[in-house]
C-alpha cells in the first residue's frame, strides 16, 4: 500500500504560480512512477505530468509543457508539481498518484489513467481571469 497526501492548492490570478506537493508513504521502494492529473467537472480526469521514480525522466501534457515542471525528492518520498504562468484553463482539482508495476514503464504508459493504482484525495485549483 502506497499512501498519498497532496497539498499546496489555492487561488490565484492569471499568470501567477503555485506548486503543489504530494507525500508518499508506506511501500513508497515499489515506487515506478508518479504522475499529477486534474479533472474539472464533467470532465474525465486528465494527465498532466509524471515522473519515473528511479531515474527522474519526466513527462508532460502539451497543454502544460514549459510552463509545468514536475520534480521529486527521494529522501522526502515528495513529488512536486511547480506551476507557472497559470490561465484560467487550468483550473481543477489535481490529483497525486502511484504507479507500483514496472513491468509497463515508459511515456506511453505513464500518461494512461488507469496506469496508476493509487491515488490522492485531490487540491482545488483555481485561476481567476
Known amino acids: 500500500q502506497v499512501q498519498l497526501v497532496e497539498s499546496g492548492g489555492g487561488l490565484v490570478q492569471a499568470g501567477g504560480s503555485l506548486r503543489l506537493s504530494c507525500a508518499a508513504s508506506?511501500?513508497?521502494?515499489?515506487?515506478?512512477?508518479m504522475g499529477w492529473f486534474r479533472q474539472t467537472p464533467g470532465k474525465e480526469r486528465e494527465f498532466v505530468a509524471a515522473i519515473r521514480w528511479s531515474t527522474g525522466s519526466t513527462y508532460y501534457a502539451d497543454s502544460v509543457k514549459g510552463r509545468f515542471t514536475i520534480s521529486r525528492d527521494n529522501a522526502k518520498n515528495t513529488v512536486y508539481l511547480q506551476m507557472n504562468n497559470l490561465k484560467p484553463e487550468d483550473t481543477a482539482v489535481y490529483y497525486c498518484?502511484?504507479?507500483?508495476?514496472?513491468?509497463?514503464?515508459?511515456?506511453?504508459?505513464?500518461?494512461?489513467?488507469?496506469?496508476?493504482?493509487?491515488w490522492g484525495q485531490g487540491t482545488q485549483v483555481t485561476v481567476s481571469s
Open positions: 508506506g511501500r513508497t521502494a515499489s515506487m515506478d512512477a
Open positions: 498518484a502511484a504507479d507500483t508495476d514496472h513491468y509497463s514503464s515508459g511515456s506511453y504508459y505513464y500518461r494512461l489513467r488507469g496506469e496508476y493504482n493509487y
